[in-house]
């Protein structure tokens, strides 16, 4: 659980719920004992660690009332909860681990009150190269050191389980009774504008001749839009990207996650699952200048774009079913109906001129369309992990990174 400031930010800024702090614990010894505390648990995530780490999660809005004193990092990972804390201590914490991936990771504070219970969260000194290399879950072990003016508790070691920078962290879990953690726009950091494979791709769509140009929403044409979003389709279906339902991850106790492969494994292997192919779409749209989003729904996920640029109504707000990439199961163009009349035909000209096929694409518009625009009051309402939209941008204006990706 991450500090009431940073949930306080990320409620304010992507739709979340607050989480909720460590479980009070009856009073014990009079001598300071202390307790490890991690965020996810026994789970740590190096994805969410790299694409979260510059994000300044502290907010200009008034800060509700903390249940728990809090000392160092408010977008710490790792700390301790340290009860009976006499006021005016020193105390001193210390966090290492094995492997590589964490140098020693060392806060010392001096209490301001007789706390019953406080948390205390060095500033994580992460090797971010060695967690972006691990890609199979492992065990890893994390000790913790605590003094207390100058007088050391007992040192304690624990097995944490460091999870492939693949696996998306994106709801964390407290008790059955009470709502999760929504961390879904951690997503966001799978979505990389910046790959360099992205602009030969662009090259091979321009020599489509379906679009002379990718300039976002320069022309404020809508059909023109909507024309830069097929051509880049078209070229993934030519590339003979398809649809592979490849989303298990090893079970978590407190941690919904998904396995999100990078743009470089899903070209490769030319397979994307649903989040596979959203981040990868997202992730060209993005480059082209149009607003992206990712759609999670309960056990899916799929892509949403605007029409038109600064569209506050969000009417010009449609979608995209990624998983109908390379699909020959399609119905007529005459029967769809999300598409206008205008754009259906224009789509159309543009298909036959050019001898590509506009189907594919014109159903996965039509079911992506008609889920979104179903379930659109859900996903206006805050804390539902089942119902978020992501939007690229105001991650990006949040602090979240894209995770670098390539080979070496």
């Not at 009079?30 to 694409?51: F, M, V």
């Not at 010392?108 to 009150?113: A, G, K, L, Q």
């Not at 097929?230 to 396995?259: C, M, N």
């Not at 029409?307 to 007529?332: I, N, Y």
Request: aromatic letters at 8%.
């Amino acid at each position: 659980m991450k500090l009431p400031t940073l949930l306080l930010a990320l409620a304010l800024a992507c739709g979340t719920a607050l989480a909720k702090a460590p479980k009070a614990k009856a009073k014990a010894a009079r001598q300071p004992t202390y307790q490890t505390w991690s965020y996810t648990d026994e789970d740590l995530y190096p994805g969410a660690i790299i694409s979260a780490a510059t994000v300044d999660w502290n907010t200009d809005e008034e800060d509700e009332e903390a249940e728990i004193g809090t000392y160092g990092d408010e977008n710490g990972w790792l700390g301790i909860v340290l009860y009976d804390a006499p006021k005016g201590a020193k105390v001193t914490v210390e966090i290492s681990a094995d492997g590589g991936w964490m140098k020693p990771s060392t806060l010392s504070i001096v209490t301001e009150d007789n706390d019953d219970e406080v948390l205390i969260i060095p500033k994580g000194i992460f090797d971010y190269d060695a967690l972006r290399q691990v890609k199979q879950q492992k065990p890893v072990n994390v000790t913790t050191k605590v003094t207390i003016n100058g007088q050391p508790l007992e040192e304690t070691t624990e097995t944490h389980l460091l999870r492939s920078v693949n696996e998306c962290p994106f709801a964390v879990y407290y008790d059955d009774d009470e709502e999760p953690d929504d961390i879904s726009f951690l997503f966001a950091g799978y979505v990389n504008e910046n790959h360099p494979w992205i602009d030969g791709l662009l090259k091979e769509a321009l020599a489509t001749g379906i679009v002379d140009s990718f300039d976002g929403y320069q022309s404020g044409d809508r059909d023109k839009v909507l024309a830069q979003v097929f051509a880049i389709w078209h070229v993934l279906e030519k590339r003979g990207l398809k649809y592979s339902d490849i989303t298990a991850t090893p079970p978590s106790k407190t941690v919904a996650s998904q396995y999100v492969r990078f743009l470089d494994d899903s070209i490769e292997n030319k397979q994307a699952n649903c989040v596979d192919g959203t981040v990868l779409m997202a992730s060209i749209l993005t480059k082209i200048s149009l607003n992206a989003h990712l759609v999670l729904v309960p056990g899916h996920c799929y892509l949403a774009f605007d029409l038109k640029e600064d569209d506050e109504t969000g009417r010009s707000t449609v979608a995209l079913e990624t998983t109908m990439l390379g699909t020959k199961e399609v119905d007529p163009l005459d029967s769809l109906t999300k598409l206008s009349v205008k754009s259906r035909a224009k789509l159309n000209a543009v298909a036959k001129s050019r001898k590509v096929s506009v189907l594919s694409f014109a159903n996965a518009f039509e079911v992506g369309t008609s889920d979104y625009k179903e379930n659109a009051a859900e996903f206006e309402e805050d804390g539902d992990p089942n119902y978020v939209r992501v939007s690229i941008s105001d991650a990006r204006d949040l602090g979240i990174m894209p995770i670098s990706a390539g080979r070496n």
